[in-house]
């Protein structure tokens, strides 16, 4: 009994030499394949991740705070989608378009991507109504435009984690964020460990594999496994931590003289836009 | 001088895999520990079932006087207060930090102990400063280097102000300086009369006289 354990460990006397063909070489000529499938895979994870990660730190020492930002964001979608008039959201696109002209040109099309996207599609949808007569179903493309836009500018001016942060401030439940948190960090830990195997397949595939979607299946089975493996080791270390299910957050707040400015700010666009649609 | 963790035939089985078998084990306060044995043979293991994250299947286990079963741990006020005496650092810190920012990170367990933020802030840059890192402080922890990360978790667990810290193979990964860091970290806490269990399959590197070692075998016991 004692003898086999033993033997567990301990490989035998013997095979510890290196096999005869480890020493010689080998003289490979690879055939082609095409890898196209792993690398286009490779690059785009790659691609997504390195934007998560390249988030701005943490922009609490600007002057706006991320709870302003955050809460501007959301009275601003409110005003475009309750207006009628095609003045206010004019007047939006103006100061937008305005702002945009002063990024860079990396930051544009950042930025304008996704909202081009967004608008190509709800063009798409009011096509029909547009062409059948229905002159006013333009302002749902152009409403979609400015609130992408506004919520693209918020997730460009402010790191993910002050949002989250920002969201205890409007009494959002502890929980909620830490969930939303702990997403994404999920995301790039499971990204780094799935880019990690993508890079060791790519590295590996020097023949020709015919079974290209059965190695990305084995990945994405080998992720889910990690992320099972993380979650529970996550939250044995949250319970190490005093963790009990109730997440308490900080939520402190002074008055301060810049939120008189913030509340100048909203104002403001309120009375625009009662201005725009004509109440005032 | 009192004893803070007791361990008395304690074994402990995954599903059919054996990974404790009958381990007693005293350890007194202001003991420094070393737990050494080869890879697979259960320290780690020990770690979980010492933070009550796993439970013995056989033999008891009693901390400071109380044992630890799953049904005390089941109340939050008891939970708390036992996980607040013992600070686990992790071997992988990607596992350990879960925070957006480092600082939330520190402040992370004093928060759950419902200290007013002041204290908080005073704790947590208290901390920061100790351990350098004050630079780090509005980082996310997952992109910190392997030597950053550790002594984030460090802090972390530190803000408990823990009876005991036990800590995982701490120099896994880490570069020479890291190392030497974390072995003088050890031996000032030692010295300031801190309990501390370090689980290490390099033995040889720890020397600080104070130690007492206890190994674990291939067979998952105690080498007396
Ligand atoms: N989650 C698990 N499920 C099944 N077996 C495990 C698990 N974790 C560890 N083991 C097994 O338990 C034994 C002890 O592991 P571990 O405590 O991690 O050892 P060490 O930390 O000393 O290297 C090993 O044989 C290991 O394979
Ligand atoms: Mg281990």
Same mark, same amino acid.
């Given at each position: 009994?004692?003898?086999?354990?033993?033997?567990?460990?301990?490989?035998?006397?013997?095979?510890?030499?290196?096999?005869?063909?480890?020493?010689?070489?080998?003289?490979?000529?690879?055939?082609?394949?095409?890898?196209?499938?792993?690398?286009?895979?490779?690059?785009?994870?790659?691609?997504?991740?390195?934007?998560?990660?390249?988030?701005?730190?943490?922009?609490?020492?600007?002057?706006?705070?991320?709870?302003?930002?955050?809460?501007?964001?959301?009275?601003?979608?409110?005003?475009?989608?309750?207006?009628?008039?095609?003045?206010?959201?004019?007047?939006?696109?103006?100061?937008?378009?305005?702002?945009?002209?002063?990024?860079?040109?990396?930051?544009?099309?950042?930025?304008?991507?996704?909202?081009?996207?967004?608008?190509?599609?709800?063009?798409?949808?009011?096509?029909?109504?547009?062409?059948?007569?229905?002159?006013?179903?333009?302002?749902?493309?152009?409403?979609?435009?400015?609130?992408?836009?506004?919520?693209?500018?918020?997730?460009?001016?402010?790191?993910?984690?002050?949002?989250?942060?920002?969201?205890?401030?409007?009494?959002?439940?502890?929980?909620?964020?830490?969930?939303?948190?702990?997403?994404?960090?999920?995301?790039?830990?499971?990204?780094?460990?799935?880019?990690?195997?993508?890079?060791?397949?790519?590295?590996?595939?020097?023949?020709?594999?015919?079974?290209?979607?059965?190695?990305?299946?084995?990945?994405?089975?080998?992720?889910?496994?990690?992320?099972?493996?993380?979650?529970?080791?996550?939250?044995?270390?949250?319970?190490?931590?005093?963790?009990?299910?109730?997440?308490?957050?900080?939520?402190?707040?002074?008055?301060?003289?810049?939120?008189?400015?913030?509340?100048?700010?909203?104002?403001?666009?309120?009375?625009?836009?009662?201005?725009?649609?004509?109440?005032? | 001088?009192?004893?803070?963790?007791?361990?008395?035939?304690?074994?402990?089985?995954?599903?059919?895999?054996?990974?404790?078998?009958?381990?007693?084990?005293?350890?007194?306060?202001?003991?420094?520990?070393?737990?050494?044995?080869?890879?697979?043979?259960?320290?780690?293991? /020990?770690?979980?079932? #010492?933070?009550?994250?796993?439970?013995?299947?056989?033999?008891? +286990?009693?901390?400071? !006087?109380? &044992?630890?079963?799953?049904?005390?741990?089941?109340?939050?006020?008891?939970?708390?207060?036992?996980?607040?005496?013992?600070?686990?650092?992790?071997?992988?810190?990607?596992?350990?930090?879960?925070?957006?920012?480092?600082?939330?990170?520190?402040?992370?367990?004093?928060?759950?102990?419902?200290?007013?933020?002041?204290?908080?802030?005073?704790?947590?840059?208290? /901390?920061?400063?100790? #351990?350098?890192?004050?630079?780090?402080?509005?980082?996310?922890? +997952?992109?910190?280097? !392997?030597? &950053?990360?550790?002594?984030?978790?460090?802090?972390?667990?530190?803000?408990?102000?823990?009876?005991?810290?036990?800590?995982?193979?701490?120099?896994?990964?880490?570069?020479?300086?890291?190392?030497?860091?974390?072995?003088?970290?050890?031996?000032?806490?030692?010295?300031?009369?801190?309990?501390?269990?370090?689980?290490?399959?390099?033995?040889?590197?720890?020397?600080?006289?104070?130690?007492?070692?206890?190994?674990?075998?291939?067979?998952?016991?105690?080498?007396?």
């Amino acid at each position: 009994m004692e003898q086999i354990k033993q033997h567990k460990f301990l490989l035998p006397e013997k095979n510890n030499k290196l096999p005869v063909w480890l020493t010689q070489n080998d003289n490979y000529n690879p055939c082609r394949d095409r890898d196209h499938f792993i690398d286009k895979t490779l690059l785009a994870l790659t691609g997504k991740l390195t934007l998560l990660k390249n988030q701005p730190a943490m922009a609490t020492d600007s002057f706006f705070s991320a709870s302003f930002k955050l809460i501007c964001t959301i009275v601003l979608i409110l005003l475009i989608s309750l207006s009628h008039r095609l003045m206010f959201p004019l007047i939006v696109l103006a100061v937008f378009l305005t702002y945009l002209a002063c990024l860079d040109s990396r930051r544009i099309s950042s930025i304008l991507k996704p909202v081009s996207a967004a608008m190509f599609f709800s063009l798409c949808i009011v096509l029909p109504a547009f062409i059948s007569g229905q002159q006013n179903t333009l302002m749902l493309p152009l409403k979609v435009f400015l609130t992408t836009m506004s919520a693209a500018f918020l997730a460009q001016r402010t790191a993910f984690s002050a949002l989250t942060k920002a969201l205890g401030g409007l009494h959002v439940p502890g929980l909620f964020i830490m969930v939303l948190d702990l997403t994404l960090k999920y995301i790039i830990l499971l990204g780094n460990t799935a880019a990690d195997l993508l890079i060791a397949l790519r590295l590996r595939s020097i023949g020709k594999n015919d079974r290209k979607y059965k190695s990305m299946g084995s990945i994405m089975g080998m992720v889910f496994l990690k992320a099972n493996e993380y979650s529970i080791d996550t939250h044995n270390a949250m319970l190490c931590r005093c963790f009990t299910g109730d997440y308490h957050v900080s939520q402190k707040h002074r008055l301060e003289s810049r939120y008189f400015i913030y509340m100048a700010i909203i104002l403001t666009m309120i009375v625009v836009f009662l201005y725009a649609e004509e109440y005032l | 001088m009192n004893t803070l963790v007791e361990l008395s035939s304690v074994s402990y089985k995954y599903d059919n895999i054996i990974a404790l078998e009958n381990i007693s084990l005293t350890i007194k306060e202001g003991e420094l520990i070393l737990l050494t044995g080869p890879n697979g043979c259960g320290k780690s293991t /020990l770690f979980k079932l #010492l933070n009550g994250l796993v439970f013995p299947s056989s033999g008891k +286990y009693f901390f400071a !006087g109380q &044992e630890i079963t799953p049904k005390l741990l089941k109340d939050n006020l008891s939970a708390k207060k036992f996980h607040q005496q013992i600070g686990y650092v992790f071997q992988n810190p990607d596992l350990q930090l879960f925070n957006p920012t480092v600082y939330d990170e520190i402040a992370f367990g004093p928060r759950q102990m419902q200290f007013d933020e002041d204290k908080i802030r005073e704790r947590t840059d208290s /901390l920061l400063c100790f #351990l350098h890192i004050e630079h780090l402080r509005d980082r996310v922890p +997952y992109h910190l280097s !392997g030597g &950053e990360k550790k002594k984030v978790s460090i802090a972390a667990v530190l803000a408990l102000n823990p009876d005991i810290i036990m800590m995982d193979e701490p120099l896994n990964g880490l570069d020479k300086k890291a190392r030497k860091w974390v072995e003088n970290f050890i031996i000032d806490f030692s010295a300031a009369g801190k309990t501390m269990l370090i689980a290490s399959h390099e033995e040889e590197i720890f020397t600080m006289q104070n130690r007492r070692t206890v190994q674990l075998d291939e067979n998952h016991q105690l080498v007396l």
